[in-house]
């Protein structure tokens, strides 16, 4: 796990923060917020199956909101197309009963720069979309 760290200190520093601010040690990840959007940034070695080897990633994710049972079919069934509209490699994606959205990509392609740029397109993506699903969908996600 080389200088991935660093590589995320320098890119998340672009974004004018102390990265003390930024970073969580107990989970092992950078969060990075603005408005009411949060983005994580973390290195992780994934097992390969039937192997002893790893993958050596480099995951960004921000989470949206909590998908409660009664949302209904077509909740999904837009969420799903609107990933055809974010052509920058984010994604949404479902864990924990959560909605994120998500890029990972292998660690040896990461800079700082792309570590700036990939953090402010899911800033975008995570403000746009949070907003505009919260929004259509109020009367399935009032708590």
């Given at each position: 796990?080389?200088?991935?760290?660093?590589?995320?200190e320098?890119?998340?520093s672009?974004?004018?923060?102390?990265?003390?601010?930024?970073?969580?040690a107990?989970?092992?990840?950078?969060?990075?917020k603005?408005?009411?959007?949060?983005i994580?940034a973390?290195?992780?070695?994934?097992?390969i199956?039937?192997?002893?080897?790893f993958?050596?990633?480099v995951?960004?994710?921000?989470p949206?909101?909590?998908?409660?049972?009664t949302?209904p079919?077509a909740?999904?069934k837009?969420?799903l197309?609107?990933?055809?509209?974010?052509c920058d490699g984010c994604?949404?994606?479902?864990?924990n009963?959560?909605?994120?959205?998500?890029?990972s990509i292998?660690a040896?392609?990461?800079?700082?720069?792309f570590?700036?740029?990939?953090?402010?397109?899911?800033?975008?993506w995570s403000?746009k979309y949070?907003d505009?699903?919260?929004e259509?969908?109020?009367?399935f996600?009032?708590k």
């Amino acid at each position: 796990m080389n200088n991935i760290k660093q590589i995320l200190e320098q890119g998340i520093s672009k974004f004018g923060v102390a990265i003390s601010d930024c970073w969580d040690a107990e989970h092992e990840w950078y969060a990075l917020k603005r408005g009411s959007a949060v983005i994580f940034a973390r290195e992780r070695m994934i097992p390969i199956d039937d192997s002893n080897d790893f993958r050596h990633m480099v995951e960004f994710k921000s989470p949206l909101f909590e998908l409660p049972s009664t949302l209904p079919e077509a909740f999904y069934k837009e969420v799903l197309e609107l990933n055809n509209f974010m052509c920058d490699g984010c994604a949404f994606n479902f864990s924990n009963n959560f909605l994120q959205i998500k890029f990972s990509i292998n660690a040896a392609f990461v800079t700082p720069d792309f570590v700036f740029e990939t953090m402010g397109n899911l800033l975008y993506w995570s403000d746009k979309y949070d907003d505009e699903l919260m929004e259509k969908y109020k009367e399935f996600l009032a708590k």
